[in-house]
């Protein structure tokens, strides 16, 4: 059962943020004249989710920070080990494995991260993005901002999270 619930969120990851790479071949040519083909032959196809499936809960804007070179391989709250290049987010409260949209309202920037720790034991501030997703929505120099945050829930499979 428990392999069954990884297997759903990680597929339904892959729908939201994955790509496929599609290379079409004449199976007559051989390998190196296929790749010297020109680009016309290679086709990016980008998953489309069914967004009746898809809500998003406005949770407001958010005081966040970043961390990530000094606790990189540690364990986090959850369990793993924190992967400072990974898309994730500590949040005191929210559910391991809930999956937030952050937009920077600054430059319009937006990723999906999950939430896979706790914190920030600093007062003021609610989220603490990894250095990964401060890069993506150029927060590193700062260090701080105002992010509005969403918590995307998709129909019929939260009900499966854990916590």
């Known amino acids: 059962m428990k392999h ?3 297997i759903i969120v990680i597929l339904v990851f892959i729908s939201l943020v994955g790509f496929s790479l599609e290379v079409s071949q004449n199976s007559s ?9 020109k680009e016309s032959n290679i ?3 980008t998953p489309t989710a069914d967004q009746s499936l898809i809500q998003y809960e406005d949770l407001g804007l958010m005081k966040a920070s970043w961390y990530g070179p000094g606790f990189h391989g540690r364990k986090t709250a959850n369990g793993e080990r924190f992967d400072q290049m990974a898309y994730t987010v500590a949040h005191k409260s929210l559910k391991f494995g809930t999956l937030l949209k952050i937009t920077n309202p600054k430059n319009g920037r937006s990723i999906v991260v999950r939430v896979n720790d706790r914190g ?6 609610e989220l603490d993005l990894s250095k990964a997703a401060a890069h ?19 129909v019929g499979l939260d009900n499966y999270s854990s916590n």
């Open 4 to 6: 069954s619930k990884r």
């Open 29 to 37: 040519e051989s390998y190196e004249a296929v790749a010297e083909e």
């Open 43 to 45: 086709t990016i196809v």
């Open 120 to 125: 920030p034991y600093i007062e003021g501030r």
């Open 136 to 154: 993506e929505l150029g927060l590193i120099r700062k260090g701080t901002a105002r992010l509005k945050v969403e918590k995307i829930n998709i």
